[in-house]
């Protein structure tokens, strides 16, 4: 079974995504819904890159801005000076039947 996972949309889109009905004969795949998947995010930079890269998510519509972790110093993650800043997410993984 192939596994096509993860869209970060709403439940609503998905949900619309699913229920489209089309006029053609043609057999089509049965999707369903699994359990939503909680992701994380984590933008790691120097502290000026991870917030433009916030705010630059936060205007295409993907997270609010406060959704994100305050950032800390990033210690062996990243170059000396970045800072980490985390996301918690819901999506939907879907599975082709």
Avoid at 66 to 95: E, M, R, T
Wanted: charged share 20%; glycine share 8%; proline share 7%.
């Amino acid at each position: 079974m192939e596994r096509v996972d993860v869209y970060w949309q709403t439940e609503t889109m998905a949900e619309e995504f699913l229920s489209l009905e089309t006029n053609d004969d043609a057999p089509q795949a049965a999707i369903k819904p699994e359990p939503r998947q909680q992701v994380k995010h984590l933008l790691i930079g120097s502290p000026d890159t991870v917030h433009c890269t916030i705010q630059n998510l936060h205007v295409r519509g993907y997270a609010e801005a406060q959704a994100w972790s305050p950032p800390v110093k990033a210690g062996n993650l990243g170059q000396p000076g970045d800072v980490l800043s985390v996301l918690y997410k819901f999506g939907i993984g879907f599975s082709l039947a």
